[in-house]
């Protein structure tokens, strides 16, 4: 598997923006190196909490592909191309350089630029400027950070998406959205009961949930300025909201009087269609990104397994056989790979398996690993795990090489959701 | 809806047996607040639920509807005329405890459903909420389908005795009302469980 994993990205990667030479990854160890990669300190005149070389630096460090140098030690500052003296780049070993300033400009707005360098070829390879309100630097340190990720992979930044969770504090829950490195998060909706299942509309501009504030669960659709409708209220439980790829309709699943099945429900809350029928718990519905699947895990072989069936109904499909059984499944954004919860031998872990060979990797160690989320570019997932009595969310790259913990402070967090990408 | 007896029990531990706090309590279950949508942001649940049935107090008072129900709030304890509530008898045993990823009702819960059953025979204008539980194990949408399954399954042992589905209601809460929470089997065990629970108890 992991052949397989390195191969797929070194053609995407090769392809692109590494045809530079000088840019190129190379494989040791069965695994990718990391690009060697300087973000200078930017010249920041004015006074800010936010440090924009530090939020870039760490979320290019997060996204695993790239070995952040210390450059402390270098003896010059530059701030523009033109200040480079390349030696001392080279001596680091860097192969591309960032550079840039934060200026004060008149009405409280700041002028942002940066610039990216090849520096074996002493070439620019980006080179950005942003006019923006003071507090937008946050922001724009992810949009830099997203620049210079997609101009040396070819593929599109996930730092300024958002991610969804549910925390879990003094006996209440709160459904957030925070950027993604953690920060600026906002509580969406707190109850005493429960909130679960949090699922954004792939517009961004929505989010379907579960809460159990009738005493049963129902399911929510709320906007991020705030308007609030139920999506599904039927008799018996309502769960597991999945938006279809085009935002018309979601998957959700109903009990009435009887086991979970699926429906699909247009996001008016009209147009109730049956997808599965079976006398088996059918549930975690999760769409194909061309919107012709559902998969589900269900119970109707025995254990939980994974299956697929045709997002308007019909013949069902089972697709995982491996595993005591497992649950939660997720499709990568180009439709290749399915996340899912795997038990094996009473651990619950996050594995990937290649649709097209069945080849399965394990991404986490395990223990009560759960609820898998794709980040947009279908680089890095998201999952929540526990610690003794509290929860915590980990990303790990789809290779598995990389993990970091995601913690809210005295908090209990769960339920990941990552969040579109917004152009 | 299970709705008056989940905020029931969360209030008969508040219950001190204070007239002011009955009526109070009484106006609460009485105004739609109970089913009322939440608020957006709700971000101080003690004052907002103290003070909202603080105001409509007044009204509840003079509604004998509502004062009524306190009547049986008050004597929810103490009624030993009420099988349902009488120690020594089995109806007032309601839980019954599954094995993992199972939702078969084991044997020994027999006498305890046919009880229960010949009760609802006997007074056809009782209701019962069956509400699935599970461990925290496994996801946690499955789990609220197993939850489902387990109380579908205690339904169906009714209604093979003849109780039909307009005297019960299946829900589930999944793993996300676990009683106990110690992280090992012991607790485990008792999570996955269904509570036969009366309508207005």
């Known amino acids: 598997m992991p052949t397989v994993r390195i191969a797929v990205f070194l053609v995407s990667l090769g392809l692109s923006a590494f045809a530079h030479a000088a840019l190129e990854i190379e494989i040791s160890g069965g695994g990718a190196q990391q690009l060697p990669l300087a973000i200078v300190p930017f010249t920041q005149s004015n006074p800010s909490p936010d440090n924009i070389s530090q939020i870039i630096n760490a979320d290019l460090k997060r996204s695993g592909l790239f070995r952040m140098l210390e450059t402390a030690g270098v003896a010059s500052r530059p701030s523009d191309i033109s200040q480079i003296k390349y030696a001392e780049w080279v001596a680091l070993q860097a192969q591309a350089v960032a550079v840039g300033k934060v200026e004060a400009l008149p009405g409280n707005r700041l002028n942002v630029s940066f610039q990216l360098v090849d520096v074996l070829k002493q070439s620019q390879l980006a080179s950005m400027q942003y006019n923006i309100a003071a507090n937008q630097l946050r922001p724009t340190a992810h949009k830099i950070a997203d620049a210079i990720y997609q101009k040396l992979t070819g593929e599109d930044g ?70 609030r409708t139920v999506l599904a209220s039927f008799k018996g439980n309502n769960s597991a909201p999945a938006w279809s790829p ?13 086991n979970s099945q699926l429906y699909t429900i247009r996001a008016d809350g009209k147009d109730l269609q049956a997808v599965t029928k079976s006398s088996a718990i059918d549930t975690e519905p999760t769409w194909s990104p061309d919107g012709a699947w559902i998969y589900f895990s269900s119970d109707r072989g025995g254990r939980p397994q994974i299956y697929k069936v045709a997002s308007g109904g019909g013949d069902v499909q089972r697709v995982t056989f491996e595993g005591v059984f497992n649950l939660s499944p997720r499709v990568s954004p180009d439709g290749k790979f399915l996340a899912m919860v795997r038990n094996d031998g009473g651990k619950y872990r996050l594995v ?72 | 809806m299970n709705g008056h007896i989940w905020k029931k029990s969360t209030w008969n531990s508040k219950l001190v047996s204070s007239l002011a706090l009955a009526l109070i ?177």
């Open chain 1, 158 to 227: 996930i730092f300024s998406s958002r991610i969804a969770y549910v925390a879990k504090l003094n006996g209440r829950y709160a459904l957030r959205v925070a950027d993604v490195d953690g920060e600026n998060a906002v509580t969406m909706v707190s109850s005493k009961e429960p909130i679960i299942s949090p699922a954004w509309s792939p517009d961004g501009s929505k989010i379907a949930y579960v809460s159990f504030e009738k005493k049963k669960p129902i399911i929510f659709i709320q906007t991020l300025s705030g308007q």
């Open chain 1, 246 to 258: 085009d935002g018309t309709k979601l998957a959700i699943v109903l009990t009435y009087g009887a």
């Open chain 1, 352 to 423: 990937l398996q290649e649709l097209a060979s069945g080849q399965v990797q394990v991404l986490s160690e395990g223990g009560q690993d759960e609820s898998p989320s794709f980040a947009p570019n279908g680089r890095v997932l998201l999952y929540a795990t526990r610690s003794g009595d509290k929860g915590a969310l980990v990303a790990v790259s789809s290779d598995g090489r990389v993990q970091q913990r995601l913690n809210e402070s005295g908090g209990d967090i769960r339920e990941p959701a990552w969040g579109p990408l917004i152009k």
């Open chain 2, 25 to 201: 309590l009484a106006a609460c279950k009485s105004t739609p607040m109970v089913d009322k949508p939440a608020a957006v942001e709700d971000r101080s649940p003690a004052v907002a639920s103290a003070a909202k049935p603080a105001e409509t107090a007044v009204a509840a008072a003079v509604d004998t509807a509502a004062v009524k129900e306190v009547v049986i709030d008050s004597n929810a304890g103490a009624n030993s005329n009420n099988p349902l509530k009488d120690p020594n008898n089995i109806l007032s045993k309601r839980q019954i405890y599954f094995d993992y990823d199972s939702d078969a009702v084991k044997a020994e819960y027999r006498p305890l459903i046919e009880a229960h059953a010949k009760y609802l025979l006997a007074n056809r204008a009782a209701k019962v909420i069956v509400q699935g539980n599970t461990d925290e194990r496994g996801s946690r949408e499955y789990n609220l389908s197993l939850g489902q399954r387990r109380s579908v399954a205690v339904k169906k042992s009714f209604n093979l005795l003849g109780v039909q589905d307009g005297q019960i209601e299946t829900v589930s809460f999944g793993e996300e009302k676990a009683t106990a929470t110690c992280g090992d089997e012991t607790c485990a065990k008792q999570n996955r469980r269904a509570d036969i629970v009366y309508e207005n108890e």
